[in-house]
């Protein structure tokens, strides 16, 4: 089994956790965002829209993470999924609620604070600001909803959880992180879901582009 992608994508690394969570082991082949490799002939037969993950899993060959998440749960931890229809009616809708109301935002604020380094151009305050803005009314419907239930889905941890967790370590790690604890319930889950042994592991899989010196080229050197 291999996962194209990039270990800074938050993508990726929602797959890399539910590879982590199923038990699945997967050789992580390098490409390469910050030089466009996304973008060439190869990777497009892989990917049409020139985006990562794609998973390859012999005669199976899926593009989109949520995509690759539902197969990967399906095959070995449905309980990822969820087990009874109304575990899998909350996976949807706060997967749903992360892209409509949170992931807009939270990306672009991750973009000029995380990757603008490595994008060009000087980092756009007023995006900062308004990204920060936009973001807090998911944030406040996530942390009621979690005053009343260990995870996002009820009493299992799902891909629904995994959906938002690379986004909030980015905010964490890169100054933003009041935005998570300054609210009780949602920062209890960030603890809860942060000691899983699973994301110890994707945490520890590869370098951040936060930590001091570290550099694409630094990257493509380990991974490659």
Same mark, same amino acid.
């Given at each position: 089994?291999?996962?194209?992608?990039?270990?800074?994508?938050?993508?990726?690394?929602?797959?890399?956790?539910?590879?982590?969570?199923?038990?699945?082991?997967?050789?992580?082949?390098?490409?390469?965002?910050?030089?466009?490799?996304?973008?060439?002939?190869?990777?497009?037969?892989?990917?049409?829209?020139?985006?990562?993950?794609?998973?390859?899993?012999?005669?199976?060959?899926?593009?989109?993470?949520?995509?690759?998440?539902?197969?990967?749960?399906?095959?070995?931890?449905?309980?990822?999924?969820?087990?009874?229809?109304?575990?899998?009616?909350?996976?949807?809708? &706060?997967?749903? @609620? !992360?892209? +409509?109301?949170?992931? =807009?935002?939270?990306?672009?604020?991750?973009? #000029?604070? *995380?990757?603008?380094?490595?994008?060009?151009?000087?980092?756009?305050?007023?995006?900062?600001?308004?990204?920060?803005?936009?973001?807090?009314?998911?944030?406040?419907?996530?942390?009621?909803?979690?005053?009343?239930?260990?995870?996002?889905?009820?009493?299992?941890?799902?891909?629904?959880?995994?959906?938002?967790?690379?986004?909030?370590?980015?905010?964490?790690?890169?100054?933003?992180?009041?935005?998570?604890?300054?609210?009780?319930?949602?920062?209890?889950?960030?603890?809860?879901?942060?000691?899983?042994?699973? &994301?110890?592991? @994707? !945490?520890? +899989?590869?370098?951040? =582009?936060?930590?001091?010196?570290?550099?694409? #080229?630094? *990257?493509?050197?380990?991974?490659?």
């Amino acid at each position: 089994m291999k996962i194209y992608g990039h270990p800074w994508s938050i993508n990726t690394r929602k797959s890399l956790m539910t590879l982590a969570e199923t038990g699945h082991r997967a050789k992580l082949v390098l490409v390469m965002i910050p030089k466009g490799e996304q973008k060439q002939p190869d990777h497009v037969a892989r990917h049409p829209f020139g985006k990562v993950p794609v998973l390859d899993d012999g005669e199976v060959r899926l593009f989109e993470t949520r995509a690759i998440n539902a197969y990967l749960a399906r095959k070995s931890a449905p309980a990822l999924v969820g087990r009874r229809d109304i575990e899998q009616a909350l996976v949807d809708q &706060w997967v749903n @609620v !992360a892209d +409509s109301y949170f992931v =807009p935002h939270a990306h672009a604020l991750i973009v #000029e604070t *995380v990757f603008r380094p490595y994008l060009g151009g000087e980092r756009d305050e007023n995006t900062i600001a308004n990204s920060r803005d936009g973001m807090q009314r998911a944030l406040d419907v996530a942390n009621d909803r979690l005053a009343d239930a260990p995870f996002l889905a009820g009493e299992p941890f799902t891909i629904a959880d995994i959906h938002w967790m690379p986004y909030f370590e980015y905010l964490v790690q890169t100054g933003q992180g009041d935005n998570v604890r300054s609210r009780k319930h949602l920062s209890a889950w960030w603890d809860r879901v942060c000691a899983r042994e699973s &994301w110890q592991r @994707v !945490a520890r +899989s590869g370098p951040q =582009p936060y930590e001091p010196g570290m550099t694409a #080229e630094l *990257v493509e050197k380990q991974y490659r």
